[in-house]
């Protein structure tokens, strides 16, 4: 019996070891461009048989607008960090210590990762598996390729993910001809693109659109891993 209770944790532990250790072996496998990855969300929409809107259009076909804009709206120092903004996180981690609201501090790998490989919702647990898995990320990825998966696997409505559905879906047009306007709107709605819809913005949504509009105008020093 204790033979068997012992085997049975082995087997456990192994199954354990491989699903920690299966993102990681991904990442390396999600290495090539012709490799077009799905994310959790995109999993659970066919398991759910719900069906999704995904057109894969490599970095080079996406309008630097886009880039720009995302880059200004979700993580500014994109090009100098290796994965995660220590910086921003040191202070999330104070303000928690302080019984005070935190703020994001989640970087474009940060969520690449958790797109990819980990679950929605604010949980402890999951950013603590999230940052290993987007210092890898940085790490084994070029940033060309982290971006580039990034705006494909981007969720941008129910059922909408990836820049050139996204395009599509909210403004007629492609990822490639997104106006700096069109792209500061996508860019807005990324922290909750269920309620805030891009294509049919409220008062609130086309303020922040402009704000990261002017940002992305004087976005030059900040893209430079992007556009050499």
Same mark, same amino acid.
């Given at each position: 019996m204790f033979a068997q209770i012992r085997r049975r944790w082995r087997q456990l532990l192994v199954i354990a070891v491989v699903l920690v250790l299966l993102p990681y072996a991904l990442i390396i496998l999600y290495s090539p461009s012709f490799v077009h990855p799905v994310s959790s969300l995109m999993l659970r929409d066919l398991a759910l048989l719900r069906g999704y809107d995904r057109q894969w259009v490599p970095f080079e076909k996406i309008s630097p607008n886009? !880039?720009? +804009? !995302?880059?200004?709206?979700?993580?500014?120092?994109?090009?100098?960090?290796?994965? !995660?903004?220590?910086?921003?996180?040191?202070?999330?981690?104070?303000?928690?210590?302080?019984?005070?609201?935190?703020?994001?501090?989640?970087?474009?790998?940060?969520?690449?990762?958790?797109? #990819?490989?980990?679950?929605?919702?604010? +949980?402890? !647990?999951?950013?603590?598996?999230? #940052?290993?898995? *987007?210092?890898?990320?940085?790490?084994?990825?070029?940033?060309?390729?982290?971006?580039?998966?990034?705006?494909?696997? *981007?969720?941008?409505?129910?059922?909408?993910?990836? *820049?050139?559905?996204?395009?599509?879906?909210?403004?007629?047009?492609?990822?490639?001809? #997104?106006?700096?306007?069109q792209a500061a709107l996508l860019a807005v709605s990324l922290p909750n693109p269920i309620d805030r819809n891009a294509g049919k913005p409220g008062r609130g949504l086309k303020r922040l659109a402009s704000m990261i509009e002017r940002r992305a105008g004087a976005s030059g020093e900040y893209i430079k891993c992007l556009y050499p």
């Amino acid at each position: 019996m204790f033979a068997q209770i012992r085997r049975r944790w082995r087997q456990l532990l192994v199954i354990a070891v491989v699903l920690v250790l299966l993102p990681y072996a991904l990442i390396i496998l999600y290495s090539p461009s012709f490799v077009h990855p799905v994310s959790s969300l995109m999993l659970r929409d066919l398991a759910l048989l719900r069906g999704y809107d995904r057109q894969w259009v490599p970095f080079e076909k996406i309008s630097p607008n886009l !880039v720009q +804009s !995302v880059m200004m709206s979700e993580d500014g120092q994109f090009c100098m960090h290796a994965g !995660v903004d220590w910086v921003q996180m040191r202070g999330v981690v104070d303000d928690a210590l302080e019984g005070e609201q935190t703020r994001g501090a989640s970087t474009i790998p940060m969520q690449t990762a958790k797109n #990819l490989f980990l679950w929605n919702g604010r +949980s402890f !647990v999951r950013k603590a598996m999230e #940052l290993p898995l *987007a210092l890898a990320a940085d790490f084994v990825w070029t940033k060309r390729r982290l971006m580039e998966i990034y705006l494909n696997i *981007a969720e941008w409505g129910p059922g909408i993910y990836g *820049a050139e559905a996204a395009a599509q879906h909210h403004f007629g047009v492609s990822a490639s001809k #997104l106006t700096r306007r069109q792209a500061a709107l996508l860019a807005v709605s990324l922290p909750n693109p269920i309620d805030r819809n891009a294509g049919k913005p409220g008062r609130g949504l086309k303020r922040l659109a402009s704000m990261i509009e002017r940002r992305a105008g004087a976005s030059g020093e900040y893209i430079k891993c992007l556009y050499p």
